[in-house]
């Protein structure tokens, strides 16, 4: 029988932080910074022998002409070897009523493979074959275009090969660690 961790002290334990990120805030202070920070919230998919999802809200657009967006995944990530594998990438931006399709695809104890898409509503995406979601308030498919070095994740620079409207009217957003919705209709005064 493991015994209790000693008295303010988690299970989980801090790697040491590398020499490059020495001076700068911890990660835990780091994290509550970049809280502040609202994003969408997406799920990126591949295709093909390796396909996989995954929830990520590491995204923006670059370009519209040519029309480029980026996302970032870490390299110890399955998402990683799917993208660089297939040479595509889908990104399915999330509706607010799709809170629990992000923590679905957010969960490591899903299927691998095609079988974690059976749980779901999908098409093949007619570009890339990548699975695009029913339901999202819109979403792209994107050849990879390039892969950039970004500390403990690739920054994939995804040229944009076909892009629709889904059938989602509010968006989730991530903000201070939790979910929240954005009414569509809203418009700023």
């Known amino acids: 029988m493991a015994s209790d961790p000693a008295p303010g002290r988690g299970?989980?334990?801090?790697?040491?932080?590398?020499?490059?990120?020495?001076?700068l805030s911890e990660q835990p202070a780091l994290r509550q910074v970049l809280a502040q920070f609202a994003t969408g919230v997406t799920v990126l998919t591949a295709g093909g022998?390796?396909?996989h999802g995954m929830t990520a809200n590491a995204f923006s657009s670059v370009s519209l002409e040519p029309p480029l967006v980026l996302c970032c995944v870490s390299k110890a990530?399955?998402?990683?070897?799917?993208v660089v594998t297939a040479g595509s990438f889908a990104v399915n931006i999330l509706a607010a009523e799709q809170q629990e399709l992000s923590s679905y695809f957010a969960d490591w104890r899903r299927p691998d493979g095609m079988a974690q898409?059976?749980?779901?509503?999908?098409a093949a995406g007619a570009k890339t074959g990548a699975p695009l979601l029913?339901?999202?308030?819109a979403w792209l498919e994107c050849e990879l275009?390039?892969?950039l070095a970004g500390g403990d994740h690739s920054i994939f620079l995804g040229r944009?090969?076909?892009?629709?409207?889904?059938?989602?009217?509010?968006?989730?957003?991530?903000?201070?660690?939790?979910?929240?919705?954005?009414d569509g209709r809203a418009r700023a005064a």
């Open 77 to 82: 990530a399955r998402m990683h070897t799917a």
């Open 49 to 51: 022998d390796d396909a």
């Open 11 to 23: 299970v989980l334990k801090r790697l040491p932080a590398s020499p490059a990120r020495r001076g």
């Open 145 to 147: 275009a390039q892969v």
């Open 117 to 122: 898409f059976d749980a779901v509503e999908w």
């Open 134 to 137: 029913t339901g999202t308030l």
């Open 160 to 182: 944009v090969v076909a892009a629709g409207r889904g059938t989602g009217e509010h968006a989730l957003v991530f903000y201070g660690g939790r979910y929240h919705e954005v």
